[in-house]
C-alpha cells in the first residue's frame, strides 16, 4: 500500500522528552515530510502549546503521539529495594533522598481529550492500541492513524482495529520497544520486520529503526516500505530539544555503544550505554515494571541533564550511529528525499 498523507515518505519520529521542537516538527511538514509531536510525557497544557506552536509555523500535517497506558501495580518491598540502590546515585548529584513516587494517574485521558479538541491531522502511539470508542472519535474526526507494531501479530491487530498505517520498529530502533503481545519482547530486524508485515497487511508498513540515510530509506523501500520514520538521526538536527551532550554523545558513538536497556525505566528501550546502565545491569532482574522504574529515575535524569552530566541520563539511540551529522532538518530532508 501507497504512502499518500504527505509528499515525502518520511516521517520525523515522535520523540518524547522535549527533543520534539515545534521548529524540527514545522520544519520537517514544510519539507514535505511529517513532522511528529512525542508527547507521551508531557502535561495537557504543555501539549496544546505545543500543538497551537506547529499550527502556527505550518499547515501541512503533522502528528501527535501517546503511549498506551496500562494499569499500575506497585510492589512495595522492590520499590523500597530500588530506592535504596538508587540513593547513591541521586546522593552524587546532591540529591538528599530519592523521591517518592509522583505521577498523574489520569495523564493519559488528559492528552486525549487535549488530542479531540486540538483537531489534529494525524495521530500514533505507542505500548498498546486504542479501544473502539477512542479509534471511531480519530475517525469521526478523519485524524491519520499510526499504531506501532514489533511482531505480525502486533501489526495485525492493529490493521484489524482499524489504523491506517502501522510502524514496523525494528530492533535497531532508538527508544522504548513499543510491544504489547505476549510475555516477552521480540527484537526482529528492521528489514525481516518489514518483509513480513508487507507480505501479510492491506495498509502501509513505515520502517523504523536504524535508518539513517538515504541508502536506508531505500534498502527498506526495496522490501516493502511506504515510508520510514527516523528518530535518531533528527535528533542531532540543529532544530531538535537534545542537549549539547546528548548530541555529542549520539556524534562520537558506535552502532555497537547502542544496546538493549531495561534499568532506566523498567521497559526495554535501545540507547547508549553509561555508567548507570552498566552498573545497574546486575539489578536487571529486580527492576519494578514500567512505568515505575521511570518514574524513580525520572528526578535523577533530570538533575544529570540540568548538570550536563551523562552518565545518569538516559540516552536513546538507535543504531544508525557511526555517521551521523549535524545540520538543519531542511538539509537533513533533502539528503533523503534526493535518489542516490
Ligand atoms: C529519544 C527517543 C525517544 C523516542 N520516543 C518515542 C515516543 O515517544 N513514541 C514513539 O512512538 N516512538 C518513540 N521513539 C521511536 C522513534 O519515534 C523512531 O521510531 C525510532 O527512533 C526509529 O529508529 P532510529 O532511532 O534508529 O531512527 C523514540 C526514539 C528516540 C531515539
Not at 492513524?145 to 520498529?169: N, P
Not at 545491569?281 to 544529570?304: D, F, S
Request: glycine fraction near 10%; include cysteine.
Amino acid at each position: 500500500m501507497n504512502w499518500t498523507l504527505t509528499d515525502l515518505p518520511i516521517i520525523q519520529g515522535p520523540m518524547a522528552g522535549g527533543f520534539t521542537t515545534a521548529e524540527l516538527i514545522s520544519e520537517v511538514s514544510e519539507c514535505g515530510g511529517l513532522g511528529s509531536i512525542g508527547a507521551g510525557y508531557m502535561s495537557p497544557e504543555a501539549l496544546r502549546s505545543l500543538i497551537r506552536a506547529v499550527k502556527a509555523r505550518t499547515q501541512k500535517p503533522f502528528s501527535v503521539n501517546l503511549f498506551i497506558p496500562h494499569p499500575v501495580q506497585v510492589e512495595t518491598a522492590q520499590v523500597e529495594k530500588m530506592k535504596e540502590w538508587l540513593a547513591p546515585y541521586y546522593k552524587e548529584l546532591g540529591m538528599s533522598e530519592v523521591p517518592g513516587l509522583k505521577f498523574d494517574p489520569q495523564l493519559f485521558e488528559k492528552q486525549w481529550d487535549v488530542v479531540l479538541q486540538e483537531k489534529v491531522p494525524a495521530f500514533s502511539f505507542t505500548f498498546g492500541h486504542l479501544n473502539p470508542q477512542q479509534m471511531q472519535a480519530l475517525k469521526s474526526q478523519g485524524v491519520y492513524i499510526m499504531g506501532t507494531a514489533t511482531t505480525l501479530a502486533e501489526a495485525l491487530v492493529l490493521q484489524e482495529q482499524g489504523c491506517d498505517a502501522v510502524v514496523a520498529q525494528g530492533a535497531e530502533a532508538g527508544g522504548h520497544r513499543g510491544s504489547f503481545l505476549g510475555d516477552t519482547f521480540q527484537f526482529i530486524p528492521t528489514e525481516e520486520l518489514v518483509r513480513t508485515l508487507a507480505g501479510n497487511l492491506k495498509i502501509p508498513v513505515i520502517a523504523a529503526g536504524g535508518i539513517f540515510n538515504r541508502q536506508g530509506l531505500e534498502r527498506v523501500t526495496a522490501v516493502g516500505a511506504a515510508a520510514v520514520q527516523i528518530g535518531t538521526a533528527f535528533l542531532v538536527c540543529d532544530e531538535s530539544g537534545a542537549s549539547c551532550e546528548y548530541k555529542q554523545a549520539l556524534l562520537a558513538a558506535t552502532p555497537q555503544q547502542s544496546e538493549m536497556i531495561k534499568v532506566f525505566t523498567g521497559r526495554w528501550a535501545r540507547g547508549l550505554t553509561n555508567r548507570f546502565t552498566a552498573e545497574m545491569k546486575k539489578h536487571e532482574e529486580e527492576i519494578p515494571a514500567y512505568p515505575i522504574q521511570h518514574w524513580l529515575t525520572t528526578p535523577l535524569r533530570k538533575r544529570a541533564q540540568e548538570l550536563g552530566q551523562t552518565d545518569f541520563q538516559s540516552l536513546w539511540a538507535g543504531q544508525g550511529l557511526g555517521s551521523l551529522q549535524p545540520c538543519s532538518a531542511r538539509e537533513f530532508m533533502k539528503k533523503l528525499a534526493t535518489p542516490l
